[in-house]
């Protein structure tokens, strides 16, 4: 009890102003472990390594990768195209972004590439952080002739400048897709199957590599979420279609294999799919380890998982499992006037979770907050 508290007043009085304590680090005031062991586990946390190295390329791609690099000399040379970004207004850091993204951007030709691509960003509405933004994002797009039509496009879809440019951080090579050959196809195919133009958008948005797949990939996604029992008129075929296309159907079978192997049945499974697709994205490892948690440490029943899959969905190590060492310890200490069920403490806000039950310490005296200031001390 004196361990918590102490590391209680440690956490909470080096805030003078506000408390403000989130579930994740109340974790760390219920992890006993040596300063032996942390030394050990935590020593080697901060690696240093050279981004070649940490791909497993082989000899040969690594020397093609390394050829392709652009190194800080070549910022300093006399490159017309280095000093049109630098008069651009672009800094440093941005411009070695640019053409470690595109090298060929080193020696492309002024006045008849990077002028006139520079000045349709402008003529098309793009302010200079905007252009900054999309030219970062998607470097290619200073080499495409036709840029205007794919910019009209893709922001008639998404809506805004803004939208578009987020996409394009996610995927640098979206503005440079065929859109007769694949974009358009993919996209009339969500809306035969009554996908709404917003939701279209949305999927851009938070995949837009999925619209690059061929006609024949979407074909054989949506008809598979349907034979997981999605329907096309469901709320979660979008968020459903999205993991299927991006999992392969072993990585899906894998996923209903490890679930069947905690004591799910095949329609356990299928509903749970129904609900939260995203439980499907997630690794073997990483479901094995919250169902553990929530049967072994948590003493949830299977039946309640079961009926409540999208506890699978929040993380184990900044959600599931600091609240309920929280709950767990306020429990001990009879703090908790009733029982608490462990979903709708897992669905508060960060803040509601913070100012409940950090509100009971301080109830019970386990803190308290005294003088001008909000000093809190152990009593």
């Known amino acids: 009890m004196f361990l918590v508290q102490k590391r209680l ?6 805030n003078k102003s506000t408390v403000h304590v989130s579930s994740y680090q ?11 062991e942390h030394s050990s586990n935590h020593g080697s946390n901060f690696t240093l390594v050279d981004p070649l190295e940490s791909c497993e390329l082989s000899s040969k791609e690594a020397a093609k990768r390394a050829k392709d690099r652009i190194c800080e000399k070549e910022l300093s040379s006399s490159s017309p195209s280095i000093e049109f970004f630098k008069q651009s207004g672009w800094s440093d850091p941005l411009v070695m972004k640019l053409l470690q ?35 970062s994002s998607c470097p290619c797009l200073l080499y495409l002739r036709d840029i205007q039509p794919r910019i009209d496009f893709w922001r008639s879809l998404l809506g805004s400048n803004e939208m578009l440019i987020k996409a394009c951080r996610r995927n640098m090579f979206l503005l440079a897709s065929s859109l007769a050959r694949k974009i358009e196809p ?6 035969e199957c009554g996908i709404s133009e917003q939701n279209i958008a949305q999927m851009v948005v938070r995949l837009p590599s999925f619209l ?19 329907s096309r008129d469901c709320k979660k075929f979008p968020r459903a279609l999205l993991t299927v296309v991006t999992l392969s159907r072993s990585r899906l079978d894998a996923t ?26 997630l690794s073997k490892k990483t479901l094995c380890d919250k169902m553990t948690f929530l049967m072994k440490e948590a003493g949830c029943e299977l039946t ?46 960060e803040e509601k979770f913070r100012n409940k039950f950090l509100f009971l310490l301080r109830e019970e005296k386990f803190i308290s907050v005294q003088g001008k200031h909000d000093v809190v001390a152990v009593t």
Request: hydrophobic residues 40%; contains cysteine; charged residues 25%.
């Open 9 to 14: 007043f440690c956490l909470l009085s080096c």
């Open 26 to 36: 109340l974790c760390s005031l219920f992890s006993f472990s040596t300063a032996e």
């Open 101 to 135: 993204r595109e090298p060929r951007l080193l020696h492309a030709n002024v006045e008849t590439i990077l002028k006139p691509r520079m000045r349709s960003l402008q003529d098309m509405g793009f302010s200079e952080t905007e252009i900054v933004q999309l030219v």
């Open 186 to 191: 993919n996209i009339s195919l969500l809306r």
């Open 212 to 230: 690059c797949h061929t006609e024949k990939c979407i074909k054989e996604a949506i008809k598979h979420v349907e034979e997981l029992g999605v």
């Open 256 to 281: 209903f294999a490890t679930l069947i192997s905690y004591g799910w049945s095949q329609p356990d499974c299928v509903a749970a799919f129904r609900k939260h697709p995203s439980i499907w994205s």
């Open 304 to 349: 309640y998982i079961i009926c409540r899959p999208v506890l699978l969905t929040y993380s184990l190590e900044k959600r599931l499992r600091p609240r309920y060492e929280v709950l767990n310890f306020l429990d001990q200490n009879k703090l908790l006037d009733k029982g608490h069920d462990l979903l709708s403490v897992i669905l508060l806000s």
